[in-house]
């Protein structure tokens, strides 16, 4: 089974949940700079999830063109990361037009949680199909960011209670945490490809 | 004539109406975890929908690998498959909203029935194309699910009168059985290939 | 210059815009199958158009595929029926909500003359590239569809002021002259590949 | 790594952007041709918008089709010009509803600005990428024009204090700057190529 299809069908599905939660920008009906003050921070949490939506994306595309076969798990352990990844623009929103109050972090957070859980299931089975020695193993195998991220996410949720903000420092952690390319993965992948 | 640009505007066309099913979870102008509460039964027949939107893709996605050329009348078929998808959205939101009372039930399952019967076409003509003895006619040919599916959905609006949570639970069963992988029929395709 | 991206990118663009049509049919707040008559002009619009879409990218999948280089001046002529195109959403609503009367009929058929004449325009660039002689000119050459569809469009509009059913009929018609294969152009592009 | 997914995410984000500016063009309650007439400073933004989206897509184009390879700071760098791309349906719709009023025009001066300087960046790593003396770095090299129009873009932006048409006239200059094939580079590509 030839994995074109799945990544472009991935692909569409990301650049529209990237896109659209720019829809959720609405257009001010005055037409004074000042009028633009409340959308912030629509536009903060749009920026913070264009950096997920991003990374998702970044690392979908590498895991994916490590992989040399997929199957019909992986083709359904796909589709419910994009599942997840959709509810992203939904969360958002609602975490934008509620200035990050605590229930919109705490639901931001728990589908960050899901998406990044979404993730490890389809990384997992990826290298089960691929076996235990090959280069995708190798590359993905000491997953200590996937996991990390999750246990922030957590951490995040409980001191929502506390303050919001804390949580929404520690979202823009984890993303900081990603966006830092990870040189060692992709020198490894460089490595297993010249072999 | 080849299939590839088919592939991307179906891929395309499903990605965007896999997406778009997800402005309907409007956000909520509340800030409270039960604000969320309303925005259940949309949910589910989100949730629904992504499953059923993600089996049709899956299959597409077989059914075109399989098929070796196509012709005029296999890209009117196709897109007469893509009208009918394009009505999902629309009737999973009716259904959402209106909590699974009858008739937006009904007219579910209605766009269910148009879209299993759309497909059946697509698969007969390219079933057609490519010959009796061929390895996609193999494959596809005993198709008991696409058949007892349309015989479920008809049973579903039938019961519909009575209770339409009956049919919503029947909508669930079909995409239960498309859902659990049919390893005979991959093996064929798998087998196929080989010879 | 390579026409992958070009056909990439027009496969984006005509997936939304066959898409995005779909959610002028805005979910009614009633729950019964009367809710539903109201949205029914808005349907027949929406299918017209699906139809008109659909024509114009297989047309469009069929153009392409014949020519062998593109430039600078067709990738704007392309960008240029992408935008006529983008306009039929528009112009389907506004038909399809005011029950097909006089100025949306009329500006319907407006935005199909320009598409149309941006269709022509891009077909006669392509020619021009691919040279006199060349399976694409062969194929291409004889227009007469294109030339009569602008004409009926003309004729459409001026009988808006007397009917805008005529006008409704005759977009019918020309769909109908397209819907209905050509098989004299794909039997001469078929032979000229075989050369 | 390969280019292919960055394309065809990049196509699809863009696709989407330039189509769903369209989604602005809110279908009139009346049915007479004269209920159009407010919708016109929307449809002038949108015409601009397009050409500007478009002339991304095409220069979006000719970059990435000259880059042999990529790595991860230019998937960010391609990410960063998306996301700037993205707010240009808002900037646009704000615009065109306020009747190209001094903020809003002051606001889409200054997305075009992040865009082109977006774009510069893009461009800088891949000359990075491929190398002093390469065909891309030949072609590249002299972005007279990506300078230029930023300095357009902020006299423009200065001068919309007196008036904002004047700051629109300039927007349509760099666009028509654009528009206007370079041929030069469209032949130092070409000749890089043969050797």
Redesign the interface.
């Known amino acids: 089974?030839?994995k074109g299809?799945?990544?472009?069908?991935s692909?569409?599905?990301?650049?529209?949940?990237?896109?659209?939660m720019?829809?959720?920008?609405h257009?001010?009906h005055g037409?004074?700079?000042t009028?633009?003050v409340p959308l912030l921070p629509v536009l903060f949490s749009y920026?913070l999830s264009?950096v997920y939506v991003?990374i998702y994306?970044?690392n979908h595309?590498h895991m994916i063109?490590a992989a040399k076969t997929i199957?019909?798990?992986i083709?359904?352990a796909n589709?419910h990361l994009?599942?997840w990844l959709?509810?992203i623009?939904?969360a958002t929103?609602?975490m934008g037009?509620?200035h990050f109050?605590?229930?919109?972090v705490?639901?931001y957070g728990a589908v960050l949680i899901m998406t990044g859980m979404a993730y490890n299931i389809l990384c997992g089975l990826l290298i089960r199909q691929a076996g235990e020695g090959s280069a995708l193993a190798v590359a993905l195998g000491r997953d200590w960011k996937g996991k990390l991220s999750v246990v922030i996410y957590l951490i995040a949720i409980a001191l929502a209670f506390i303050n919001p903000w804390i949580s929404f420092s520690l979202y823009v952690l984890v993303a900081m945490i990603w966006?830092i390319?990870d040189r060692r993965i992709?020198r490894n992948l460089s490595l297993a490809e010249e072999e």
């Open positions: 089974m030839k299809r799945l990544e472009a069908f692909d569409g599905v990301i650049a529209i949940i990237i896109t659209i720019v829809l959720e920008l257009v001010p037409e004074h700079i009028d633009l920026v264009f991003g994306w970044n595309h063109y199957n019909g798990s083709l359904w589709l994009l599942f959709s509810l623009p939904f929103a609602w037009e509620n109050s605590r229930w919109p705490i639901l966006f390319p992709e």
